[in-house]
């Protein structure tokens, strides 16, 4: 099959390169560089056991999946590419320092210890004892043994040698302007200057999709952009984090690369990646409450990804009612998650007649009247 894909983000690149490697004819088409949107923001959590919130069942049963597909993902992508990123099961530490926080917590610990998860709530000095950097007003914690991260850039980057290894056709700072369609099929798509003929398209242009011309208003993808500012400090040896600490204000994630991710906050603002004053002030002081010697970290990075949100924070997966255009967006604040079991489902989808049963609770028919 000769398959066009929009948006080289995580999404995107992924399913390419699994396409290339099940002998598919794949161009990918990326408006700037691969991974310069929310891909490349992202901290990298894999850490469906922190976040699932209380009406997000099916949502954590697809993410735990994920969770379990990555060792897999990995190992696929070092069969073809030097020194791929490691998955480093470090836990999250989630912790609060008063009385609010400490209710909420035990909240957050009956619901999992319901959905019989792995989870244990532990004391100030339990938690110190497991993350000494952890501010001496810290009173209460979760300890959630089995959440992991990645190195998400490393990953963008090795998934794009392996794309382009195996035979996939990149076109970086190629924008996709429209999908072409004869009756309710899928024929191509246009650049500004060009015309290409696919089979299939992938429309995994982040919180872009709903931007991309040719696909009728109402069954356009509905997402939208959520703002996060994320801080990138240096790790030194006066803060020698073990892994990651959350509080109900903040999160922060040590990496491979030899720095500490904090993060972020979450704002409506349309497509604006400015980061603000406010907002670092904010994080700095949400970070500085749970570790306080963070307070000499030198700064890398700030910046601001932009979280493609779908109306009810699901994704948006599966074949739409054009044949042969498939969706892969709204990911939201798990993408970097949720890529493995996107990937093998959306390229099960695309190769197989019956289409994936993963995807149903995710289908973009959801958002018809
Ligand atoms: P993107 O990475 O945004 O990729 C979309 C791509 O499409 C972009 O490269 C864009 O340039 C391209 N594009 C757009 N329009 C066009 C066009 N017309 N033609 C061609 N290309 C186009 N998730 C986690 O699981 N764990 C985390 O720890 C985490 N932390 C986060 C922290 C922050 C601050 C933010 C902002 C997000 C975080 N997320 C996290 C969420 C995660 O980053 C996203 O869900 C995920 O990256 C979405 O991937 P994507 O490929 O759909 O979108
Ligand atoms: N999942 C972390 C974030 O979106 O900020």
Same mark, same amino acid.
């Given at each position: 099959?000769?398959?066009? @894909?929009?948006?080289?983000?995580? @999404? ?257 603002k349309g497509f604006d990646t400015r980061p603000t ?16 010697? @963070? ?66 609770p995710f289908r973009p028919q959801r958002f018809n009247?």
């Amino acid at each position: 099959m000769n398959i066009g @894909i929009i948006g080289g983000g995580i @999404i995107g690149l992924g399913i390419g390169w699994q396409l290339v490697r099940r002998g598919q004819d794949v161009t990918l088409f990326e408006r700037d560089t691969i991974g310069e949107g929310a891909s490349r923001a992202a901290a990298g959590m894999l850490a469906p056991y922190a976040e699932v919130g209380f009406e997000e069942v099916p949502l954590m049963e697809f993410s735990r999946k994920s969770l379990h597909l990555y060792p897999q993902l990995l190992d696929e992508l070092s069969e073809q590419v030097e020194e791929a990123p490691v998955f480093d099961q470090c836990g999250t530490m989630m912790a609060g320092i008063d009385r609010d926080d400490t209710e909420y917590l035990k909240r957050l610990y009956d619901f999992r210890r319901e959905l019989n998860l792995s989870v244990e709530l532990l004391t100030g000095t339990e938690a110190r004892e497991r993350e000494p950097l952890l501010s001496p007003n810290v009173v209460s914690a979760l300890w959630l043994p089995e959440d992991a991260q990645v190195d998400n850039r490393k990953l963008l980057h090795k998934m794009k040698e392996a794309f382009e290894g195996a035979g996939g056709v990149l076109k970086e700072h190629t924008a996709v302007r429209k999908v072409q369609v004869d009756g309710s099929m899928i024929t191509g798509l246009r650049t500004g200057k060009e015309a290409f003929e696919f089979d299939n398209v992938v429309l995994a242009a982040g919180c872009w999709s709903q931007q991309i011309g040719g696909i009728p208003g109402p069954i356009r993808p509905p997402v939208r952009p959520v703002k996060g500012q994320i801080i990138t400090l240096e790790k030194t040896d006066d803060c020698p984090l073990k892994g990651t600490v959350r509080s109900p204000r903040m999160y922060m994630v040590p990496k491979e690369d030899g720095t500490i991710r904090l993060g972020a906050t979450s704002e409506e603002k349309g497509f604006d990646t400015r980061p603000t004053a406010g907002g670092q002030k904010e994080l700095l002081e949400h970070g500085w409450e749970m570790v306080p010697s @963070i307070f000499d970290l030198p700064f890398v990075e700030v910046m601001a990804g932009l979280r493609p949100a779908s109306r009810d924070h699901r994704p948006v997966l599966g074949e739409s009612d054009i044949n042969g255009l498939y969706y892969a967006t709204g990911h939201y604040r798990h993408g970097i998650l949720m890529a493995p079991v996107t990937i093998y489902a959306m390229v099960e989808e695309i190769l197989n007649e019956d289409g994936s049963e993963l995807l149903n609770p995710f289908r973009p028919q959801r958002f018809n009247n």
